[in-house]
């Protein structure tokens, strides 16, 4: 037979498969209800507590002596107060975005990583949890030997502050290396009148030291992400075969990458296909210890690419390329411009005609 609601009461056990489960209280519409229908209800009594729960709710209360937090540092004005910081890797993998959370209660900084669709990584909400970052990139807290520390030892240790956290600058964590390149406004009011030291990023620049040509490189990748240029080339080749293949480059501004795909061909019934994936590609005559990467000023109609022996003659482009040249005339040469421009000309023409 089985249960009814009759047959539930308060200081009572419920055997359920096998399981034995003792109803101790019950909330303010329950007990109105049931005494509705006639049910006299006994008194609630206190849920024993559970050795692993308090083992754990004690856990979670010391869960920063692991990280050697010390009562001193703890402000307590600062409490519910986080520095957020948006940062990307120092390299060539701009597309890797981070939220870095500083806070000001401790010190303690976490990761967060921002995804994207599609962008190859496992989706997981946190970079690093939330802990002391010792400025030692090669210190480890948890090691054997640390852990073991005296507290002397200990407050010898120095840590990653909120003061080490410049805009515009690189910050080094746990042999990571973050560009920040921007905050949020809280970061940016906070440092500027409690710390005055937020500097606003410098115009995009060309200079010699590799440190500013980093920074520049992270400003190029902000400012042209997923902006891309498209152009058709054909496939200059000796095989006849290869006189009636399109194909599709795609320059990426942000980052300088070139990928190749080859457009269908009609009445074969082929779909697009990649022909070359996403590379920096070197120009053919430079030398591989100083490599020069081909640039948007090399593509134009009529011009000639070599992607890793493979040569291509540029015959069209989209309207978005004409569009970019117009607006940043001075990052092209005058030959770039005005074959683009005889190209329309004679495109609207053969249209007219």
């Not at 209360?61 to 004005?77: G, R, T």
């Not at 600062?78 to 957020?84: P, Q, S, T």
């Not at 410049?166 to 290396?177: A, P, Q, Y």
């Not at 973050?178 to 005055?196: A, P, S």
Request: hydrophobic fraction near 30%.
């Amino acid at each position: 037979e089985p249960y009814n609601w009759r047959d539930l009461n308060l200081r009572q056990n419920l055997i359920i498969y096998g399981t034995i489960y003792r109803i101790c209280d019950c909330d303010q519409f329950t007990r109105e209800w049931l005494e509705s229908e006639g049910i006299e209800l006994q008194c609630s009594e206190s849920i024993p507590s559970d050795p692993y729960m308090l083992k754990l709710m004690e856990k979670n209360q010391n869960k920063f002596k692991d990280n050697l937090i010390e009562e001193k540092v703890i402000d307590k004005k600062m409490d519910g107060k986080i520095l957020r910081f948006y940062a990307m890797f120092n390299n060539q993998d701009h597309s890797r975005k981070f939220i870095i959370h500083v806070y000001l209660i401790d010190n303690t900084i976490e990761i967060r990583e921002i995804h994207r669709n599609n962008n190859g990584y496992d989706p997981l909400p946190i970079y690093l949890h939330r802990q002391l970052v010792p400025k030692d990139s090669t210190y480890n807290i948890k090691s054997f030997v640390n852990l073991f520390l005296d507290q002397r030892e200990q407050n010898k240790i120095n840590y990653l502050k909120a003061n080490a956290f410049i805009l515009g600058e690189h910050i080094t964590i746990f042999n990571r290396v973050f560009f920040l390149y921007d905050c949020d406004k809280f970061t940016r009011d906070f440092c500027q009148f409690d710390i005055n030291r937020l500097p606003s990023i410098s115009p995009y620049s060309v200079t010699d030291k590799s440190e500013d040509k980093t920074k520049n490189v992270a400003r190029k990748s902000i400012e042209n992400e997923q902006r891309v240029l498209r152009y058709e080339a054909i496939l200059e080749s000796s095989d006849e075969n290869d006189c009636c293949r399109r194909f599709l480059i795609v320059y990426r501004l942000a980052d300088d990458f070139i990928s190749v795909y080859e457009k269908p061909i009609d009445g074969y019934g082929c779909l697009t296909r990649k022909f070359l994936e996403r590379v920096r590609i070197p120009k053919p005559d430079s030398h591989p210890d100083t490599p020069i990467y081909y640039q948007p000023n090399d593509f134009y109609i009529g011009a000639h690419v070599e992607f890793y022996k493979h040569r291509f003659r540029i015959i069209n482009a989209d309207r978005y390329v004409l569009k970019f040249i117009e607006e940043n005339q001075e990052q092209f040469s005058q030959h770039v411009i005005d074959s683009f421009r005889k190209h329309v000309c004679s495109t609207e023409s053969q249209k007219s005609n």
